[in-house]
T-cell receptor, first 115, second 112 residues
Framework: NAGVTQTPKFQVLKTGQSMTLQCAQD?????MSWYRQDPGMGLRLIHY???????DQGEVPNGYNVSRSTTEDFPLRLLSAAPSQTSVYFC??????????????FGEGSWLTVV | KQEVTQIPAALSVPEGENLVLNCSFT??????LQWFRQDPGKGLTSLLL?????REQTSGRLNASLDKSSGRSTLYIAASQPGDSATYLC???????????FGTGTRLQVTL
């Protein structure tokens, strides 16, 4: 019973490098999203998807790209890493759009440091 | 813009004590409110979900209440245990489907 799986768990990047954070869920959930968690700021929504082929921006989308080619996978791409993107990233999924009335499931997080 | 505030930011209580965590939000037009638990180095685990039409939800020693009109929710933990030590976050869902807004959390430590 995997739930929401994120990889890698830890990553160090140099400024300007690109990378992809992987997220996969095995619960056939329509809704998936990416958050970043920073001290004193809570979790902030980066991008979300309400189904395969459909993505939209959240609160802090700049510097990030997403795609949703399958129901299961929702990768987050950092195009050109900056120190301001040092954070903990969480992927989440829920059965229907926006978690209305549905429990939201989170992955265990990806710790990213940009030097 | 929805803002969610949690007070206190940190709390330390002795084992066995009953305690209340507070969550307030500025926009009462919400679909639901959820309480999560986060252990160090881990993701978030959903504890309770309260629909906007509900007043409270209970799960074991946890009871969450919602007063939508005043923009407040409380999480009551009965007979606290050291294993309850974690950060507790509340989040509201409102506006468009994507808008899950989190508070910054209350870090709880239950001491022996």
């Amino acid at each position: 019973n995997a739930g929401v799986t994120q990889t890698p768990k830890f990553q160090v990047l140099k400024t300007g490098q690109s990378m992809t954070l992987q997220c996969a869920q095995d619960m056939n959930h329509e809704y998936m999203s990416w958050y970043r968690q920073d001290p004193g700021m809570g979790l902030r929504l980066i991008h979300y998807s309400v189904g395969a082929g459909i993505t939209d921006q959240g609160e802090v989308p700049n510097g990030y790209n997403v795609s949703r080619s399958t129901t299961e996978d929702f990768p987050l791409r950092l195009l050109s890493a900056a120190p301001s993107q040092t954070s903990v990233y969480f992927c989440a999924s829920s059965p229907s759009t926006g978690g209305k009335g549905n429990t939201i499931y989170f992955g265990e997080g990806s710790w990213l440091t940009v030097v | 813009k929805q803002e969610v505030t949690q007070i206190p930011a940190a709390l330390s209580v002795p084992e066995g004590e009953n305690l209340v965590l507070n969550c307030s939000f500025t926009d009462s037009a919400i679909y639901n409110l959820q309480w999560f638990r986060q252990d160090p180095g881990k993701g978030l685990t959903s504890l309770l979900l309260i629909q906007s039409s509900q007043r409270e939800q209970t799960s074991g020693r946890l009871n969450a209440s919602l007063d939508k009109s005043s923009g407040r929710s409380t999480l009551y933990i009965a007979a606290s245990q050291p294993g309850d030590s974690a950060t507790y976050l509340c989040a509201v869902v409102g506006g468009t489907a994507s808008k899950l807004t989190f508070g910054t959390g209350t870090r709880l430590q239950v001491t022996l």
